[in-house]
């Protein structure tokens, strides 16, 4: 093969891009990017005060210098050449400035929602559809129940008409795919327009 | 929460990076990609141990996120780390594909063909 150059300098590095697993706390993002990544998902501690933003953001926060993010992150490798980073969004309200960061150069995000407490994505929604960032939702049927249709949550959520809805299980692989699929369909058929 | 724990484990990093808590540069996305000059530049300031640490780790391309999650040390330190490295010409570094308001049409179907081969 062509491509076994053994020096590091002959290997070209692939091409990287991501995409954000937003929602609530404890919707079920870590567990979607563990399902569809094909390494154990790898966790990186981001300690508060540096997680880019000035410092005077962080009044209010308690316990600042002692406070890390965890951020998890998964791997799909796309051919030899463009490897897809899925990056979960902490949770907890707290750290919800270090979506910004998260945010920049991503291809679009998957909003998870649990869909015994919707309440819980809103933050997350807002927060994409003001950055006008392309979505699609992923309502995660912990239980393996759905008791609502996609048309009753859009509308709960007061979604526009062609943001996708899926109902789908964080912990199945298949599953997360369709819905990081759907994402990729949205993004295509809005950009092809 | 263990923060206790997370207390203790704050304080070392930063003695790495003498003192500094914020990158000099802004190039170092968590989707950076660094790899390691080969062969390294003779002369110049010998590396420190976690500088030697990381060029070993991006020896094949890498990106900063997976770095830092092989250091076992925050995004934010080791980005410091890759500014000396990359100003000491000890590493390359290759930025991610931005999206912009224009997405690249073909890269999202390979993105879209490659999910639906998994
Ligand atoms: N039964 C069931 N449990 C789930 C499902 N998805 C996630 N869980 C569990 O729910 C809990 C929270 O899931 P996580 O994936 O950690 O949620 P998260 O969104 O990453 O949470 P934070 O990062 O803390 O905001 C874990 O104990 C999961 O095992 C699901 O579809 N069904
Ligand atoms: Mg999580």
Request: hydrophobic share 25%; glycine share 18%; charged share 20%.
């Given at each position: 093969m062509a491509a076994s150059d053994p020096t590091p300098q002959g290997m070209p590095a692939p091409d990287a891009v991501k995409i954000l697993v937003a929602g609530g706390f404890g919707v079920g993002k870590t567990t979607m990017v563990g399902s569809v990544s094909e390494i154990v998902p790898l966790r990186t501690e981001e300690p508060l005060t540096t997680a880019?933003?000035?410092?005077?953001?962080?009044?209010?926060?308690?316990d600042k210098q002692a406070t890390t993010v965890a951020l998890d992150f998964g791997r799909i490798s796309i051919g030899d050449d463009l490897v897809l980073y899925l990056f979960g969004t902490?949770?907890?309200?707290?750290?919800?400035?270090m979506w910004n960061d998260l945010a920049i150069g991503a291809l679009g995000a998957v909003v998870l929602v649990d869909v015994r407490r919707p309440e819980s994505s809103f933050a997350a929604i807002d927060f994409f559809e003001r950055r006008k960032i392309p979505f699609v939702i992923g309502?995660?049927?912990?239980?393996?129940?759905?008791?609502?249709e996609p048309d009753e949550i859009r509308e709960a959520l007061a979604l526009p008409e062609h943001t996708p809805v899926l109902l789908f299980d964080a912990r199945e692989r298949a599953s997360c795919r369709d819905v990081l699929i759907a994402l990729l369909d949205q993004l295509i058929a809005t950009s092809a327009r | 929460m263990n923060g206790g724990d997370a207390a203790g484990r704050l304080v070392r990093p930063f003695t790495l990076t003498g003192?500094?808590?914020?990158?000099?540069?802004?190039?170092?996305?968590?989707i950076t990609t660094v790899t390691a000059v080969d062969p390294q530049p003779v002369g110049g300031a010998r590396p420190q141990p976690e500088h030697t640490r990381i060029l070993r780790l991006c020896a094949k391309p890498i990106v900063v996120a997976e770095l830092a999650t092989g250091l076992d040390l925050p995004v934010s330190v080791v980005a410091i780390m890759l500014c000396d490295l990359l100003e000491a010409g000890r590493i390359t570094v290759r930025q991610p594909r931005l999206i912009s308001r224009t997405p690249d049409l073909d890269l999202l179907k390979k993105v879209r063909d490659g999910l639906g081969r998994l």
């Open positions: 880019g933003l000035g410092v005077d953001d962080l009044d209010g926060i308690p902490p949770g907890q309200q707290r750290f919800w400035f309502v995660n049927g912990f239980y393996g129940e759905h008791p609502y | 003192g500094r808590t914020r990158p000099s540069r802004s190039d170092f996305t968590l």
